[in-house]
């Protein structure tokens, strides 16, 4: 097991036990009765919300499941058959996982001439199924399927890459909507006491664990999507990266927002550039910075950038998307 495994396991079990073992931990050392809600009506009201918070958690699990599994396997025949081929040159090609026989993971740094004419870099991790063949050693040309609209998930895979739909993950839901009911069962024959819902309570797991659920992955969501990503999606991301006009962007202030993302200060850049009609569009962009950077960040004049030319204000700095 690599140390990325490994971390991504600690901090797994990290967040499972706060969201699943703690609250029950926390509810059961506490004396509780049968009547913890004596107003039926209220008691009936917890049931229904605890309800509506496990089916929303579950139900948008199983729709991000189907997401990546049906839904994926249809668009990659759909791009497959309809999409952009690209060719890409491999600049770097690292080994992830090495197994003594069969397929391996790579860390492949592609460079590509994208729509707009211009050489971009994008990394990609692959699985190769035939490592004796050296298909995606460094020099290498392969070939991309790309959507060139970045409407349908996956946007861009290997040229001849095939879907397999991952049963496990429908097992795994089944077994965990199981569970649930299970537990349900279980709080009503042991807590019930003869009076029906009324044990529930704000604070009973029932309603804890789903709220947790549904509130520390949305945060975590949020931090990334706003702070990491810069308020965009992967789509639009990967839109840029495969559409974008480049330009020279002209600083015309940097100041620190206040905001620290693992101690790393966020920066605000207001600056102006020609579109490639000439019209001058000026706009602002936030960007988490290296504390050690900083200085030569906010001495910059001018950073190069990439935008969209049917929408010049959706744009990104060039040293950044193309990391």
Not at 247 to 271: C, H, K, W
């Amino acid at each position: 097991m690599n140390m990325k495994n490994g971390f991504i396991i600690f901090w797994g079990a990290f967040i499972a036990y706060f969201i699943f073992i703690h609250p029950c931990i926390i509810y059961y050392n506490v004396p509780h009765s049968s009547n913890n809600t004596p107003n039926g009506m209220l008691a009936l009201f917890f049931l229904a919300l605890s309800c509506i918070l496990w089916g929303a958690s579950l139900g948008y699990t199983l729709w991000l499941i189907l997401k990546n599994s049906f839904l994926a396997k249809k668009n990659l025949t759909y791009i497959e058959q309809s999409g952009r081929r690209v060719q890409a040159i491999i600049k770097e090609s690292k080994l992830i996982n090495k197994h003594q026989s069969g397929p391996v993971s790579r860390e492949i740094v592609l460079d590509i001439n994208n729509f707009s004419g211009h050489d971009i870099l994008h990394s990609m991790i692959i699985r190769d199924t035939r490592p004796e063949e050296n298909r995606f050693e460094t020099g290498k040309i392969i070939y991309l399927k790309v959507d060139d609209t970045f409407k349908r998930n996956p946007y861009l895979f290997l040229e001849g890459s095939q879907a397999k739909v991952n049963y496990l993950l429908f097992l795994v839901w089944g077994i965990f909507l199981a569970g649930v009911i299970a537990y349900y069962r279980y709080a009503y024959a042991t807590e019930s006491g003869g009076l029906g819902w009324r044990f529930l309570e704000l604070f009973h797991p029932l309603l804890v664990i789903p709220a947790c659920l549904i509130f520390f992955p949305g945060i975590m969501y949020l931090i990334f999507k706003i702070f990491i990503m810069g308020n965009k999606t992967t789509r639009e991301q990967l839109r840029l990266k495969f559409w974008g006009q480049k330009a020279m962007a002209d600083i015309i202030s940097v100041r620190q927002t206040g905001t620290y993302i693992n101690e790393q200060p966020q920066i605000e850049f207001v600056l102006e550039f020609k579109d490639k009609m000439g019209k001058l569009i000026k706009t602002s962009k936030k960007e988490i910075v290296d504390l050690l950077n900083l200085g030569n960040v906010s001495s910059m004049k001018q950073r190069e950038i990439l935008y969209l030319p049917d929408n010049p204000e959706n744009f990104s700095f060039f040293d950044e998307i193309n990391n």
